[in-house]
């Protein structure tokens, strides 16, 4: 990927000439006047806010309750691991927000404790905190917080230790015992560019195996046209369902295979990953009205069980450009960004063939910000710069609570309805996504870098000199 530090109207210019935007896109694109650097200050204000709101009432605990200022745990279910702190560091970073992230700091080395007897789900500990750690560790070169990632991910190991190397759901912090072998592609194949990272720093290559290990196990039970379905039993390696979709439950595994191939060169992760995407672009496409959907279709007969799309989904326009598909991507992208464009913010549900909401709430999602981002920093559009623009001024309109940013219980309704939760992804994903797309920081690799999915930065933060 080269870099582009081209003036706006150049950037309009070079899309217009490629063809790249569509002629309602381009009269907009022409039109925007929009301040990208102030509104990327805007962003680190809005998050120095949430910081010092979290600070103030939730110190320490996993989630803030931004209505109420309250807090709940994850994923443990009674006990505390400071789960939005850990999610936040790298964020804090980027946005040279450095005393409040030396504070976060300080805590991690002082109060992290993970030898806690209770249950967590390995998938979400592993992207959430052995990712925030390595991200903060990359971030500051802090050598405790490394030891500290790799505390964490020896604590889910013995999730691993199955027939087929596809890991059970859940593990015991403590004990290391282990349940609920019914599983999905996500959770089995979302480890390897975390797990190759602990490996590549600590010398030790038992993660980057049992991750490349589970990965190879799911891709190796793909139907005859090359598609996985929803559920599969890791003690035996049979399949419990047959939905193939690239939503919830699946996504993050086609995610990590490229992933495997853009950070750690992996030439088996890009094979698997040009096989799985060939299989779902020749199946599961679905053209109606002009758009691009992906309905979830039988994972052997590719026959259409559902058109409800998933959220979840909106990510893997981003996903799809990243590979080389970028007009495919682009072209779903669009189809979420209509839906944006209809209701504000996304519903966790949509039935592309009725044009309804099929789930009205919205988890405070980060997916469409990450497509957006993803497709820009490739092609650099004005385009993708305006669907985040939309995405985080719909946020603060919408989101923004006494306390902090919250999830919408209905975003059908006017004023949109609020609930009283701010998922710690919030502080990893999207206002990294935002802040990325609009400031140009100098303390980013623009060219040259890695966002996991879950928003942490593995490759390409730039530390400024020392004077
Ligand atoms: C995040 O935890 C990750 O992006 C994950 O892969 C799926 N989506 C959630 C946020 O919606």
Not at 248 to 258: C, F, K, Q, V
Not at 384 to 396: E, N
């Amino acid at each position: 990927m080269t870099t582009f530090p081209l003036k706006r109207r150049t950037l309009l210019a070079g899309a217009i000439a490629l063809g790249a935007l569509p002629a309602r896109t381009l009269a907009a694109a022409s039109a925007d006047t929009t301040d990208w650097h102030a509104l990327g200050d805007d962003v680190r204000e809005q998050m120095r806010w949430a910081w010092s709101q979290y600070r103030e009432r939730a110190w320490g605990l996993d989630q803030i309750r931004p209505v109420s200022g309250g807090a709940e745990s994850f994923p443990l279910k009674t006990h505390h691991l400071g789960l939005t702190l850990i999610e936040a560091m790298d964020t804090l970073w980027v946005m040279g927000l450095d005393a409040e992230f030396a504070d976060a700091l300080e805590w991690t080395k002082t109060r992290l404790d993970f030898a806690i007897d209770g249950e967590v789900s390995v998938f979400e500990t592993s992207i959430r905190i052995v990712g925030g750690l390595l991200s903060a560790h990359h971030a500051c070169g802090d050598p405790s917080l490394l030891a500290q990632a790799r505390d964490m991910a020896d604590r889910l190991l013995p999730a691993f230790a199955t027939p087929t190397g596809m890991p059970h759901r859940f593990v015991n912090l403590k004990t290391g015992a282990t349940r609920d072998p019914a599983t999905n592609p996500a959770e089995v194949g979302t480890f390897l560019p975390e797990w190759g990272t602990l490996s590549r720093l600590t010398g030790d290559p038992r993660y980057h195996d049992v991750a490349k290990r589970a990965v190879t196990a799911m891709f190796d039970r793909r139907s005859k046209i090359d598609l996985l379905a929803d559920t599969i039993d890791a003690d035996t390696g049979r399949w419990l369902g047959r939905r193939a979709s690239v939503g919830s439950g699946a996504d993050s595994y086609y995610e990590y295979l490229w992933d495997g191939w853009q950070l750690l060169g992996d030439a088996d992760c890009k094979r698997m990953y040009d096989v799985c995407t060939r299989g779902i672009l020749a199946h599961q496409q679905d053209r109606r009205d002009g758009r691009l959907w992906f309905p979830d279709i039988d994972f052997e007969t590719a026959k259409i069980v559902s058109t409800d799309q998933d959220e979840l989904a909106s990510f893997y326009g981003g996903l799809l450009a990243q590979g080389g598909a970028a007009e495919t991507g682009a072209a779903y992208t669009r189809a979420w960004a209509s839906v944006q464009d209809r209701f504000g913010i996304l519903p966790e549900g949509y039935d592309y063939a009725t044009a309804q909401p099929t789930m009205v709430t919205n988890a405070l999602r980060p997916e469409l910000a990450d497509a957006a981002f993803n497709l820009w920093l490739l092609d650099r559009s004005p385009e993708w710069r305006a669907v985040g623009r939309d995405h985080f001024l719909a946020m603060k309109r919408w989101n923004r609570a006494r306390y902090g940013y919250t999830a919408i219980a209905d975003v059908t309704q006017r004023p949109m309805l609020q609930s009283d939760h701010c998922p710690a992804y919030w502080w990893s994903e999207q206002m990294k996504y935002y802040y990325l797309l609009f400031s140009d920081t100098p303390r980013f690799n623009y060219a040259d870098n890695y966002l996991s999915t879950e928003g942490n930065v593995l490759r390409g933060l730039i530390r400024p000199a020392r004077h």
